[in-house]
């Protein structure tokens, strides 16, 4: 099972001010599991680049971005805001 560290948050729900990283580099753990090197490689690139590069901070309320802008649907597939 890949699920990121730190709880649910509740205090937080409907806020959109939760920072999402920690979900989305489960998802790059679990890539790495199936073998999708290349994808987990894309995934750790892209988180690497918009911690140094775009959030203000890491914790939740002070990222400069919401939650759905850090990671919003789209166009029938998932794609990180932020990494355009």
Request: glycine share 12%.
């Amino acid at each position: 099972m890949f699920e990121p560290i730190g709880g649910s948050a509740p205090k937080y729900t409907g806020q959109g001010v939760i920072n999402p990283l920690a979900a989305i580099c489960a998802m790059q753990m679990m890539l790495i599991t199936l073998g999708e090197d290349k994808a987990a490689a894309a995934v750790e690139d892209s988180v690497m680049f918009v911690t140094a590069n775009k959030l203000k901070s890491l914790a939740a309320g002070r990222m400069g971005y919401s939650t759905s802008e850090v990671w919003r649907p789209g166009g029938g597939r998932n794609r990180v805001t932020l990494w355009e």
